[in-house]
C-alpha cells in the first residue's frame, strides 16, 4: 500500500489525544461525601471493573477512528504494475471513436456511437498536467481533434461532429497505425478505444505496443436483431415475360425467439409479395419469392423486415437488368457459310425484334467497331491483327460477350490471340467421315445455358458431330457439352466480367448436323440473353468502395449524375481513358441512381460489411487478459469512469475502504457510550 497525500500521516499521533484525555482524567480525583459505603463496596468488585474494561474498549475504539479518518486523508492506495510515471506532468492521451456501421445498435432510444460519445466528458476530466489530446475517427479515417490541453480545461465534444457511419472501420489496423506517427520518447501514454470491439488484436499488435496504457468501453450485444444476409436470382435468364426468382436469407442474430415476421418483396416501389415467419435464436432461414418483372431495362428491388435493435440490415436493395434489344454482330469469312446462323437468330428476334443483327463478311479482322454490340459471333475467323485484338480485349472488359465458332481456319490462329483471348490450344482436326459420327453429351446441365432447358429426348436433341477441333482447355475453361470420346464440344471462358463460349465444330453440315436439331434455337436463345445481361454495371458493392460503371464511348463527354439514397445529387467527372465512371461517393447504404444528361442510364446499390455484423463481438475479458504485457482496463458501464482511470495510473484507492470502517467504528462507539437509564435509575 501507498499513499498520494503521505504528508498527512503525521495527523496519526492526534490518535494519541483519547489515551492522553483519559490519563489525564485519572489524576484528577474529586471527593464526595457519602452517608454510607456501604453500596460502593457492594460495586467493586463486578461494575467498576466491567467500567474500567468499557472505557479502555472506548479509548481503542475512538484511536481507531482517528486512524482510520487520518489514512482516509492521506490517500492510500494498492499499487499496481502501471507505468504512469507521477512526476512527469506531461502526457499523450488518444481517444479513437469507432463509428463505423455496427455502432448504429440502438438501446433504450440511443445508439452505442451516441452512448460512446457521452463517455467523453468523463474521460476529458481525469487529464492531469499537460496533456496532448488526440481524438480520431474510425470511418473514414480521420482526425478530429489534436492540442494540448492543460489540467481543469474544458474540451467541448459536441464540436467533433463525428456522424454515424455505415461503413467499414477494420478498427486494430487503425489503431496500429496511428500509434506509429507517435512519439515513443513520451513517458504517459495512454490509448481510449471506444468500439463494440468486433475482433481481437491481431498477433504482435500488443509486444509492438507495450508501452502504452489500453482503455476500453463496454458495449452490450444486441439481443434483438434479424438481418437479411443475402438476396440473389436463382434463374439468370431475364426476360420481361420469364418468372423471376429470387431467394433471400435472413438471420436471427440475437438472443430471443421472434414470431410473425412480415417479409416483404418490392420491385419498382411496389410489393410484390410478403412472408410472415418466425425466427429461433441463432438461426437462419431461406426464402424464395417468384414474380413476373413485368418489362425490360433496370429493375429496382428490395427485401424488407420488421424494426429491431439494428436498423441498417432490415432492407437490402438490389437491381437486375433485363435487355429491351439486343445488338448482335455476325463476322464470317464467307457469308455463305453464316446463312444458317443468321436463319437461327432471326427466328430468335421474333416479331418483337428482341435481336438487332448486323452481318459482315471479313477475311482479315483488322478494324473493328465494336461499340454499340452485345454480342459478337466469330465464325471461323481467319487473320487478327493486334489492333483487333485489343479492341476484342476492351470489348470484354466492357461487358460484351463472344461466340466463337471454330472451323477449318482455326489452326492458323495466332499465339498471341489464344494468349490474350484466353482460347483453348489447338491439337488436331478431326474426321469421321459421313458414315460414322460421335454422339452429343451434356457435362453441365448446372450450367445457366442448360439449366431450365426441357429436352424430351436428349440423343434425338443433340447433334451428330462428323468433324471438329480438338483442343487443350485450359484451368478456367469449363464444358458445357462434351463428345462421346470426352473431347470438349461446346466451352465456356470466363473473361473479366463476360464470357467466351467456344464451339469446336461450326454451324456446317459438313461438320454437324446442330443446324437441323431444334436444339440450337434455345441453345443459342439462352446463350444470347445470359451473355446481354449487364449484370456488372447493376452488380452492388459494399459501402464505401468505389463503383464502376462501364458506358459507350460516344456517351463519355456527355454529363453525368448520381443520385445517392439520400436524394443528394453528385456531378461525376468520368474515367476518359478507360471509358467508365469511377464513382467514390458511396458512404451511403441503399440504392444509387447513375443520370446521363437527366435521363435515366442505369442503377446499383450498396450493402453493409460482413465484419459489421452485431452478432461479431469479442469478449472483452479475455481481449484484457492479453494486455498483461502493457496493461488494459474495461470502463465498465456501472462504474465511475474517473475513479477507473485514476485508480489504473495510481493504483486502486482505498479512502472509501477506511472511511467505511471509521464509520463502523463511529456507530459502535456510540453504542457502548451511552447512557443507560435504567442503571441511572436503580
Known amino acids: 500500500m501507498s499513499f498520494l497525500f503521505p504528508s498527512v500521516l503525521w495527523g496519526l499521533f492526534a490518535a494519541l489525544i483519547p489515551v492522553i484525555i483519559h490519563l489525564i482524567s485519572q489524576n484528577t480525583t474529586n471527593t464526595v461525601q457519602f452517608s454510607s459505603i456501604q453500596h460502593i463496596k457492594a460495586l467493586e468488585n463486578e461494575s467498576i471493573k466491567k467500567l474500567k474494561i468499557t472505557q479502555w474498549l472506548l479509548i481503542f475504539i475512538r484511536t481507531l477512528i482517528i486512524i482510520c479518518l487520518i489514512l ?158 443475402t438476396v440473389s436470382t436463382i434463374n439468370q435468364m431475364k426476360l420481361p415475360n420469364h418468372l423471376l426468382k429470387l431467394n433471400t436469407k435472413i438471420e436471427n442474430t440475437g438472443d430471443i425467439e421472434r414470431t410473425s415476421v412480415p417479409i416483404e418483396l418490392y420491385l419498382n416501389e411496389e410489393r410484390i409479395g410478403q412472408i410472415i415467419s418466425g425466427f429461433m435464436p441463432n438461426r437462419s432461414k431461406d426464402f424464395l ?59 430468335i428476334g421474333g416479331n418483337d425484334k428482341l435481336l438487332e443483327t448486323q452481318l459482315r463478311q471479313m477475311t482479315s479482322i483488322d478494324n473493328i467497331f465494336l461499340d454499340q454490340t452485345d454480342i459478337l459471333f466469330l465464325i471461323d475467323p481467319a487473320n487478327i491483327s493486334p489492333k483487333a485484338i485489343q479492341s476484342l480485349k476492351n470489348f470484354l472488359q466492357k461487358g460484351g460477350s463472344i461466340f466463337w465458332m471454330s472451323g477449318q481456319n482455326y489452326s492458323n490462329v495466332g499465339s498471341d490471340v489464344i494468349a490474350n483471348l484466353n482460347l483453348p490450344v489447338y491439337q488436331d482436326l478431326v474426321s469421321t467421315g459421313l458414315d460414322s459420327y460421335f454422339s452429343t453429351n451434356i457435362v453441365s446441365r448446372d450450367n445457366p445455358i442448360l ?109 453525368w449524375k448520381v443520385i445517392t439514397p439520400s436524394n443528394s445529387e453528385v456531378l461525376i467527372i468520368p474515367n476518359y481513358e478507360k471509358e467508365r465512371l469511377d464513382i467514390k461517393s458511396t458512404d451511403e447504404l441503399g440504392s444509387y441512381d447513375v443520370y446521363i444528361n437527366n435521363d435515366f442510364f442505369t442503377a446499383f446499390s450498396t450493402s453493409l460489411s460482413e465484419f459489421e455484423s452485431p452478432k461479431n463481438r469479442t469478449d472483452l475479458n479475455v481481449m484484457v487478459d492479453q494486455f498483461k504485457s502493457s496493461g488494459a482496463t474495461i470502463m465498465a458501464e456501472d462504474s465511475d469512469i474517473l475513479d477507473t482511470i485514476k485508480s489504473q495510473r495510481h493504483g486502486r484507492s482505498l479512502w472509501r475502504f477506511f472511511l467505511i470502517i471509521a464509520f463502523s467504528l463511529f456507530l459502535i462507539e456510540s453504542l457502548l457510550s451511552r447512557p443507560i437509564i435504567r442503571k441511572i435509575r436503580n
Open 72 to 229: 482516509m486523508c492521506s490517500g492510500p492506495i494498492v499499487l499496481n504494475e502501471s507505468r504512469w510515471i507521477p512526476s512527469s506532468k506531461e502526457s499523450t492521451a488518444l481517444v479513437v471513436i469507432d463509428n463505423s456501421a455496427s455502432l448504429g445498435v440502438e438501446k433504450n432510444g440511443a445508439s452505442y456511437l451516441q452512448k460512446n460519445m457521452s463517455l467523453l466528458p468523463k474521460i476529458f476530466s481525469a487529464f492531469e498536467g499537460a496533456t496532448n489530446v488526440k481524438v480520431y475517427q474510425t470511418n473514414p479515417p480521420k482526425m478530429i481533434y489534436d492540442d494540448f490541453v492543460e489540467e481543469g480545461v474544458i474540451i467541448n465534444s459536441d464540436n467533433f461532429k463525428i456522424q454515424q457511419s455505415m461503413g467499414r472501420d477494420n478498427l486494430w489496423f487503425f489503431v496500429d497505425s496511428i500509434l506509429q506517427t507517435i512519439d515513443q520518447n513520451t513517458p504517459n501514454k495512454e490509448l481510449y478505444i471506444l468500439s463494440d470491439f468486433p475482433s481481437n488484436p491481431p498477433s504482435g499488435f500488443i509486444n509492438d505496443h507495450s508501452s502504452w496504457q489500453f482503455y476500453f468501453n463496454e458495449n452490450d450485444k444486441s439481443i434483438d436483431n434479424l438481418s437479411i444476409n
Open 289 to 347: 419469392f417468384q414474380a413476373y418483372p413485368g418489362r425490360s431495362g433496370t429493375i429496382k428491388g428490395k427485401i424488407e423486415i420488421s424494426e429491431d435493435d439494428f436498423a441498417y440490415d432490415n432492407v437490402k436493395t438490389f437491381e437486375m437488368y433485363i435487355p429491351e434489344r439486343i445488338s448482335c454482330k455476325v463476322i464470317t469469312t464467307d457469308i455463305k457459310k453464316s446463312l444458317l446462323l443468321k436463319t437461327v437468330l432471326e427466328s
Open 451 to 559: 439449366e431450365e432447358l426441357n429436352l424430351r429426348d436428349p440423343k434425338l436433341s443433340l447433334p451428330k458431330v462428323y468433324k471438329y477441333n480438338r483442343v487443350k482447355e485450359k484451368k478456367s475453361h469449363s464444358q458445357i457439352l462434351a463428345l462421346n470420346n470426352s473431347d470438349p464440344l461446346l466451352i465456356e471462358i470466363e473473361s473479366n466480367s463476360s464470357q467466351i463460349l467456344f464451339l469446336a465444330s461450326p454451324l456446317d453440315l459438313e461438320w454437324n448436323d446442330l443446324g437441323l436439331k431444334g436444339f440450337i434455337v434455345p441453345l443459342l436463345h439462352r446463350s444470347i440473353i445470359l451473355s446481354a445481361v449487364d449484370e456488372y454495371n447493376t452488380g452492388s458493392i459494399e459501402v464505401g468502395s468505389t463503383k464502376k460503371i462501364i458506358v459507350p464511348s460516344e456517351l463519355i463527354n456527355e454529363k
